[in-house]
């Protein structure tokens, strides 16, 4: 169980551009989560998977963000046209299907900010 | 989805115990109560999770009276390294996690 990793850890970029975050989750788990985190804030849901499907999308999840996740094993949320708001800590989580609703697994994290 | 209370900070020194306690007035029959604990520049972690009565592991306590309209988290013996915010959770909607402020604990040497 080596846990979630994400890639990167900090991301500086202009407002305008395209970024994108990768998370790579604990090898058996099947459901992948994405939150966001403000300074001061909890995390924020976004959106999950279980395996490849996308089962649900926050409504603060704009139509400048998409979260893919190929083949059930990784995931990646882009976000097209940054803007300065979306300057926040994104945070990935699994768990098994097997274990509590509650008890997921999260990552570091993805530093962004956008100037 | 139950709607959960907690002190916004707390201050506690190395050595003592620490109770958190987070009210949830509105807590359905099935659902479970969980901490999260977060470190600065960490994601959060999970720390304990029960139901009734009192569940104890290697990190922490959660005790939980008969009417489960509050719980209490119980770190023995803090020390600075327990510096954290600590997320309490009731039930789950739609299988995605609802994070309130939490509660900033500050260890003092």
């Known amino acids: ?83 300065q708001g979306d300057s926040a800590m994104y945070l990935c989580a699994s768990r098994s299907s097997g274990r509590a609703y509650n008890e997921q697994f999260f990552g570091p994290g993805t530093r962004l900010t956008v100037l | 989805l139950a709607k959960t209370t907690q002190p916004i900070s707390m201050d506690s020194y190395e050595g003592q115990e620490v109770n958190i306690t987070c009210s949830h007035n509105n807590i359905a029959t099935n659902d479970y109560i969980t901490w999260y604990q977060q470190f600065p520049s960490q994601g959060p972690r999970f720390i304990i999770q029960g139901y009734k009565t009192k569940v104890t592991n290697e990190v922490a306590s959660l005790f939980i ?41 500050h260890i003092l040497p």
């Open chain 2, 65 to 105: 009276p008969a009417d489960r309209k509050s719980s209490t988290l119980s770190l023995p013996r803090v020390s600075l390294s327990d510096t954290a915010v600590y997320y309490c959770l009731v039930g789950e909607r739609d299988d995605k996690i609802i994070f309130g402020k939490g509660t900033r604990l």
């Open chain 1, 1 to 83: 169980d080596t846990g979630v990793s994400q890639n990167p850890r900090h991301k500086i970029t202009k407002r305008g551009q395209n970024v994108t975050f990768r998370c790579d989750p604990i090898s058996e788990h099947n459901r992948l989560y994405w939150y966001r985190q403000t300074l001061g804030q909890g995390p924020e849901f976004l959106t999950y998977f279980q395996n490849e499907a996308q089962l649900e999308k926050s409504r603060l999840l704009s139509d400048r963000f998409s979260a893919e996740r190929p083949k059930g094993s990784f995931s990646t949320l882009e976000i097209q046209r940054t803007e």
